[in-house]
């Protein structure tokens, strides 16, 4: 069974930088026979789910525009992590952050297992 | 980005009801939508993939269909256990875009 664990800080200063990291177990991050999207939500408390955004396990990224250009999403393929990157925070990046694989099955590729999540507060 | 335009918002029905919630997207996705069931505290979980294919482990009472732009997920008999909030996900294109959420109490 395949489990995906959030770490990272739950108070984040705004202007400052977030970091996540999730790590993968129970099943490989990189398989060639198979296409993986390890992929980042957040879930805004008003405002219901926002895609973030993903990386292939080949490292190729797709982001979502709303963030411009203050997201970065990598994998570390020995460590079995993959990590977020959140630059210029302020209170509306203000969620719980979910990491989820995506499994592609002809042409959808959906989100099959999921983290727990994680809150991030953005407050001085 | 493609809109995902989801209703109800919310509804209440009793023990062993039939409920369908429509997700209508902006434009053609084909069949690359999923639903999600999620639980006060807890992650989103995968319901149905490619519009309407069971993901392992689901009840059989949980079906999707719909295709193109119209996309409809039905509970055939509701129970207790299925309170919660409904999301449809489409990943045709790029930004992936979740509907708004149906909330559903049970009576």
């Known amino acids: 069974q395949v489990h995906l664990q959030e770490s990272g800080p739950g108070l984040v200063k705004p202007s400052e930088t977030l970091s996540l990291t999730c790590s993968v177990s129970?099943?490989?991050?990189?398989?060639?026979?198979?296409?993986?999207?390890w992929t980042w939500i957040r879930h805004h408390p008003e405002k219901g789910l926002e895609w973030i955004g993903h990386?292939?396990?080949?490292?190729?990224?797709n982001y979502n525009p709303s963030l411009k250009s203050r997201v970065t999403i990598s994998v570390d393929t020995p460590r079995r992590q993959f990590s977020l990157r959140l630059t210029s925070l302020t209170a509306a990046d203000t969620a719980v952050y979910y990491c989820?694989?995506?499994?592609?099955?002809?042409?959808?590729?959906?989100?099959?297992?999921w983290g727990q999540g994680t809150l991030v507060t953005v407050s001085s | 980005a493609i809109q995902m335009t989801q209703f109800p918002s919310s509804l209440s029905a009793s023990v062993g009801d039939r409920v369908t919630i429509t997700c209508r997207a902006s434009?053609?996705?084909?069949?690359?939508l999923g639903w999600y069931q999620q639980k006060p505290g807890k992650a989103p979980k995968l319901l149905i993939f490619a519009a309407s294919s069971l993901q392992g482990g689901v009840p059989s009472r949980f079906s999707g269909s719909g295709s193109g732009t119209d996309f409809t997920l039905t509970i055939s008999s509701l129970q207790p256990e299925d309170s919660a909030v409904y999301y449809c996900?489409?990943?045709?294109?790029?930004?992936?875009?979740f509907g708004q959420g149906t909330k559903l109490e049970i009576k």
């Open positions: 996900l489409q990943d045709h294109s790029y930004p992936c875009t």
């Open positions: 434009q053609d996705i084909r069949i690359d």
């Open positions: 990386v292939h396990h080949r490292g190729i990224t």
């Open positions: 129970g099943g490989s991050i990189s398989d060639s026979t198979r296409d993986y999207y």
């Open positions: 989820a694989r995506g499994y592609c099955v002809t042409t959808d590729c959906p989100l099959d297992f």
